[in-house]
């Protein structure tokens, strides 16, 4: 007869650390691809950003770029980019492309403060920024803090003018002003979504006046003489721009043994990261490989750079056509990897989870089956099946994965892309990131959870 340790061994779930299921030299590996995912942060704050480092990184691994209706072959490598704002990286295998494709998609916008088309304006000797807020954030966290700008403003002659203030070491700043806790006491009343208003999410642009002449608005002038001295910009010119404040930090390790990762936007470039790494590091894989990374998730996955666009399956039928295949076929026979971030079990916040089914930090990559709300309103659903095959698939590289869901059932939920994926015929998953204090300006991941996320996708793409 077995003893009960044996037995519990053989039939129990039992959650471990990736630091208990793998060894130094995966726990190193893990701590050295979080070196240059640091920077990829720093550089891609913004989904143009996010393309371009993209691009660089791909370029440097040899890959081209692809333009509709171009014939491909066995053994390209190619990237499609979306007006900017959205990209696609794919490799041609050498099996049939009607055996399907392995696609990993991500999205690369994350919440943060948009401005408005009229945002310059002056008050009492102060002159702000006016903007409107881009997905779901807690308003009370974006005040006092430092702020950045990042965008482009589009010219009527149509020159792009990229415009950065705030990242380098001798930029000013943008802030948030709040009111002190001293005559606090009317906002320390009200509930945390109503004590800052979108109304009062205005950004702090200057201060001083251009002259002493009695002319008025001397402060809004002020700060519009310097941005057209700078950037040859006026007023108008805003309504034709895609300006937002993010958070000015870099990311950071966090913690004495440096086994986090402090950042703004880590969802979802903690996923985008490993989609497009994986996919360039497993280019020679037999399978035809397909890196998405999207605009829009935030705000619902809309527009042509949002994951809804047909866009994405108007590639899969250029890339089949081209190589001979019913796109129908590719398609039934495709798998995709929706690489987005979870929720982490955070023991300060112990209400908001149900602990058996909530990832946990340090744990691996995270096996969605199903996201939505309520009775899994709005999920993907992914099939039995499909979740085996994965975990067939994350076993033969000893990948380290968990599961769970988005926090206790009714308290709220969340969406990914996979749905919009799946709707078109392709088996789909949510796979990704356990992340502390998600859509805060500065959130929090573990690096042995992004290197798994790396391995899992990495295998996706192999086996
Ligand atoms: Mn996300
Ligand atoms: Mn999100």
Redesign the pocket.
């Known amino acids: 007869m077995k003893t009960a340790k044996e037995l519990k061994n053989e039939l129990f779930y039992t959650k471990k650390s990736v630091y208990e299921l793998t060894d130094e030299a995966n726990v190193k590996a893990a701590f050295d691809y979080a070196v240059d995912y640091k920077k990829y942060l720093d550089n891609a704050k913004t989904e143009r950003e996010a393309v371009n480092t993209s691009i660089e990184i791909a370029k440097q691994a040899g890959f081209k770029p692809y333009v509709l209706g171009q014939s491909v072959k066995t053994g390209d490598k190619l990237y499609y980019n979306n007006r900017g704002k959205s990209l696609f990286l794919f490799t041609i295998g050498s099996e049939n492309i009607e055996e399907g494709i392995r696609i990993s998609a991500a999205h690369i916008d ?2 943060r403060l948009d401005f408005k088309p009229c945002p310059v304006y002056e008050d009492s000797r102060m002159c702000f920024f006016k903007t409107h807020y881009y ?2 954030i807690k308003k009370y966290q974006w005040t006092a803090i430092p702020l950045a700008i990042h965008g482009v403003v589009t010219l009527v002659d149509g020159t792009n003018v990229n415009i950065t203030i705030g990242e380098d070491e001798n930029d000013p700043i943008f802030y948030i002003n709040d009111i002190l806790p001293h005559l606090g006491q009317n906002q320390a009343k009200k509930s945390l979504g109503e004590a800052i208003e979108g109304e009062q999410l205005n950004l702090f642009a200057g201060s001083r006046p251009y002259s002493t002449e009695d002319e008025g608005e001397q402060i809004k002038l002020n700060v519009l003489a310097l941005l057209n001295e700078k950037y040859g910009i006026n007023e108008t010119d805003f309504i034709s721009a895609e300006l937002c404040a993010v958070p000015a930090d870099k990311a950071k390790d966090i913690g004495l043994d440096r086994a986090a990762v402090g950042s703004y936007g880590h ?2 470039r903690v996923c985008a990261y490993p989609a497009l790494t994986s996919v360039i590091d497993n280019a020679d894989s037999k399978h035809t490989l397909m890196c998405v990374l999207a605009d829009k ?2 705000i619902g996955s809309e527009g042509a750079s949002g994951m809804q666009c047909d866009i994405f399956s108007d590639l899969i039928d250029e890339i089949s056509k081209s190589l001979g295949g019913d796109p129908a076929i590719v398609r039934a026979n495709s798998k995709c990897l929706s690489a ?2 979870s929720a982490a079990y955070d023991p300060n916040f112990k209400d908001a989870f149900e602990k058996r089914n909530t990832p946990e930090l340090s744990c691996g990559v995270v096996l969605i089956k199903y996201t939505g709300s309520r009775g899994k309103s709005s999920t993907n659903d992914a099939s039995s099946e499909y979740i085996a095959w994965l975990r067939s698939v994350m076993q033969k590289d000893n990948v380290v994965w968990q599961t769970g869901e988005l926090g206790r059932i009714d308290l709220g939920g ?1 969406g990914t892309v996979a749905k919009y994926i799946a709707n078109l015929n392709i088996d789909t998953v949510d796979l990704g990131v356990p992340v502390i204090s ?2 805060a300006p500065y959130e929090l991941i573990s690096k042995v959870d992004l290197y798994e996320t790396y391995k899992a996708f990495s295998a996706f793409c192999k086996y």
């Open positions: 994350s919440p997905g779901g969802d979802d998730e935030e987005d971030v969340g998600m859509h």
